[in-house]
């Protein structure tokens, strides 16, 4: 099956401690992203990638780190400088920006919870 | 000013009602416009799909795109209890990322 998957779907993050969510793709997509879904907030983009080993700053960026090191990957770090970092955070990926305004496809999503 | 503005509702409406989601933009770049369905603790999956002006119907859906008043709407016939979820307008121009709505909670009962 095609498709973006994310995970843990659940995970618990003590106050302080750094957490990695996964999200993997096997649509042969160049462009992947990271936003965060908070209630009456919509969804907010955190970073992007248009190709392996490059990445842009979304809106929030702040708190939070990313890498690319494989077109298939986009880890995603929260920090212990994220203030408030319970969210429903949101994978998605899409053929190059380049090529146009292209809808993105979404992955099932992590919910963080900081305890 | 919101670079994407949608009322959040929540819209309830009986079963077999046609309903009218909008969503209005400020940027007068964008060109792609989209419409995702999501359900609760789900990721959002794409609906509709146009680019530029105009309309695109998909079974009961239906798209329209208003650039010169920066207005799109997304229209839902014969709804259904199924059709209960929050929609999201995102859009963009190109080699940039989409920008969201906030969502529109969409409860219709049978």
């Known amino acids: 099956d095609g498709g973006i998957t994310q995970s843990p779907k659940y995970l618990f993050r003590k106050e302080g401690q750094n957490v990695t969510l996964s999200c993997e793709q096997n649509?042969?997509?160049?462009?992947m992203y990271w936003y965060r879904q908070d209630p009456g907030q919509g969804l907010r983009l955190i970073y992007y990638?248009?190709?392996?080993?490059?990445?842009q700053k979304g809106d929030i960026a702040e708190g939070y780190s990313v890498s690319r090191e494989k077109k298939e990957s986009f880890p995603l770090t929260v920090t212990s400088a994220q203030k408030n970092p319970t969210a429903f955070y949101l994978c998605?990926?899409?053929?190059?920006?380049?090529?146009?305004?292209?809808?993105?496809?979404f992955g099932q999503g992590t919910r963080l919870t900081v305890v | 000013q919101k670079e994407v503005e949608q009322d959040p509702g929540p819209l309830s409406v009986p079963e077999g009602a046609i309903v009218s989601l909008n969503c209005t933009y400020s940027?007068?770049?964008?060109?792609?416009f989209m419409w995702y369905r999501q359900y609760s603790r789900k990721g959002p999956e794409l609906l509709m799909y146009?680019?530029?002006?105009g309309n695109k119907e998909d079974g009961r859906f239906t798209a329209q795109v208003d650039k010169s008043s920066k207005y799109i709407s997304l229209f839902i016939r014969d709804s259904q209890p199924s059709d209960s979820a929050t929609y999201l307008c995102?859009?963009?121009?190109?080699?940039?990322?989409?920008?969201f709505g906030k969502g529109t909670t969409l409860s219709v009962s049978s």
């Open positions: 998605a990926s899409s053929i190059a920006l380049s090529r146009g305004g292209t809808e993105a496809f």
């Open positions: 649509l042969n997509h160049d462009a």
């Open positions: 990638s248009q190709i392996v080993n490059d990445f």
């Open positions: 940027n007068s770049a964008f060109q792609y």
């Open positions: 146009t680019y530029s002006s």
């Open positions: 995102a859009m963009n121009q190109a080699g940039t990322a989409l920008i």
